[in-house]
C-alpha cells in the first residue's frame, strides 16, 4: 500500500521534482496536483488524498488560505508546508491553521520521506533549520506574553519532554536520554495533554509553539 499525496505549487519544476523524487519509492505515489490553492482544494476533494505539500506563496489562492479553507470545508487532510528561508512568520501561522509540519524546497530525500511519514502518522518532525527559525520566532513576543511563557502551567521536566517530541523524538528515545522508564514519558505526555488541553503530540506541538513554551 502506498500513501496517495496531492502536491500544491506554483513552480512546475518544483512540482516534477518531488515528484520523480517521491515515486522512486514505492511507498509514496502522486495522485494530483494543482498550481494554486484554488484548484488544489479542487483536486483534494476529487482525490481524498494521505497528505498534501503545499507552497505558501501562489497566485489566486495562496498557502494560508487554502488552509483556512481547507478547515472551514473540514478536509482533515495532513499538510506539509513547502518552503524557503524568509517566510518565518509564515512558518507560525501555517502551524496554527493546522500544518503538521514544514519542508525546505532543498530538503534531503531522507528529510523528505521521514517528514511525509510524520504527517501522516499525526506526529510533527521538524528539520532542526526549519524548527530554529520558527522558535527563534518565538523570542520576540511582547513582555507579557513572554510572562506567560515563564510561568507555563508546565513542569521542567514536561517541557523537556515536549521539546523532544517536537525535535522528532519517540517516546523510547527521549526515556534513554532522560534516564527514566518510558512509562514515566508517556505520563509525562497525558498530564501535558490535560494541562494544554489537547489530545494529541501533533496539538501539544501546536499549542506550545503560540505559547512560546518550547525552544531549539
Not at 502518522?121 to 532542526?128: A, H, N, V
Given at each position: ?8 505549487d506554483?513552480?512546475y519544476?518544483?512540482?516534477?521534482g518531488?515528484k ?11 495522485v494530483g ?6 484548484i488544489g482544494?479542487?483536486v ?20 494560508l488560505?487554502?488552509?483556512?479553507e481547507m478547515?472551514?470545508?473540514?478536509l482533515n ?5 513547502l ?17 503538521k509540519g514544514?519542508?525546505?524546497?532543498d ?13 501522516i ?8 533549520n526549519?524548527?530554529?527559525?520558527i522558535?527563534e ?7 507579557q506574553?513572554?510572562?506567560?511563557r ?8 514536561e517541557?523537556?519532554v ?5 525535535r522528532g523524538?519517540r517516546?523510547k ?20 495533554y ?6 494529541s ?6 499549542t506550545?509553539?503560540?505559547l512560546?513554551?518550547i525552544?531549539f
Open positions: 500500500m502506498s500513501y496517495r499525496i496531492v502536491i500544491v506554483d513552480h519544476v518544483v512540482r516534477e518531488l520523480l523524487i517521491l515515486e522512486t519509492d514505492h511507498r509514496f505515489e502522486v496536483e494543482a498550481e494554486d490553492g484554488d482544494l479542487d483534494i476533494k476529487k482525490e481524498a488524498p494521505d497528505l498534501v505539500l503545499l507552497d505558501l506563496n501562489m497566485p489566486r489562492m495562496n498557502g488560505d487554502m488552509l483556512r478547515q472551514s470545508l473540514q487532510i495532513p499538510v506539509l508546508i518552503t524557503t528561508y524568509n517566510e518565518d512568520k509564515l512558518m507560525v501561522q501555517g502551524l496554527k491553521l493546522g500544518a514544514y519542508l525546505l524546497k530538503a534531503s530525500r531522507e528529510d523528505l520521506f521521514n517528514t511525509i511519514e510524520a504527517a502518522r499525526g506526529d510533527i518532525l521538524l528539520q532542526s526549519v524548527a530554529t527559525k522558535f520566532s518565538t523570542e520576540h513576543q511582547e513582555p506574553e513572554k510572562a506567560e515563564e510561568n507555563s502551567l508546565l513542569t521542567g521536566k517541557l523537556l515536549l521539546q523532544a517530541v517536537a523524538f517516546s528515545e527521549i526515556a534513554f536520554d532522560m534516564g527514566i522508564s518510558e512509562r514515566t514519558v508517556k505520563a509525562h505526555l497525558t498530564n501535558i490535560q494541562k494544554l488541553e489537547v489530545t503530540r501533533a496539538e501539544a506541538i501546536k506550545a509553539v503560540e512560546g513554551m525552544h
